[in-house]
């Protein structure tokens, strides 16, 4: 199965490099290699939902995902990016 998943990574990740919104993203893995999950940081929630659901791409991914049992679990988390100076600022 990782195999499978695998080979469809490349064109997913190519298509998130450049989206509209994306400030960061890094893909990563567990033991070794088989557990994937990706990292990225958004302009915008809006950015992030635009990609998460309005791309055909990625909801073909998803699709796939399911289908084929890809993931014994899943996990979507968000989190807010805080930038050390406005933290500062606002506790002044």
Same mark, same amino acid.
């Given at each position: 199965?990782?195999?499978?998943?695998?080979?469809? !990574?490349?064109? !997913?990740?190519?298509?998130?490099?450049?989206?509209?919104?994306?400030?960061y993203t890094?893909?990563?893995?567990?033991?070794?290699?088989?557990?994937?999950?990706?990292?990225? !940081? /958004?302009?915008?929630?809006?950015?992030?939902?635009a990609y998460?659901?309005?791309?055909?791409?990625?909801?073909?991914?998803?699709?796939?995902?399911?289908?084929?049992? /890809?993931?014994?679990?899943?996990?979507?988390?968000?989190?807010? !990016? /805080?930038?050390?100076?406005?933290?500062?600022?606002?506790s002044q």
């Amino acid at each position: 199965m990782a195999i499978k998943f695998w080979k469809f !990574v490349p064109e !997913v990740s190519k298509k998130l490099k450049n989206y509209i919104g994306l400030s960061y993203t890094k893909g990563f893995g567990e033991w070794p290699i088989l557990m994937q999950a990706t990292f990225s !940081v /958004w302009d915008t929630l809006e950015h992030m939902k635009a990609y998460a659901y309005d791309n055909p791409n990625h909801a073909a991914m998803i699709k796939k995902t399911r289908a084929l049992n /890809w993931y014994k679990e899943e996990m979507f988390s968000r989190f807010v !990016v /805080w930038d050390e100076k406005i933290y500062l600022d606002s506790s002044q």
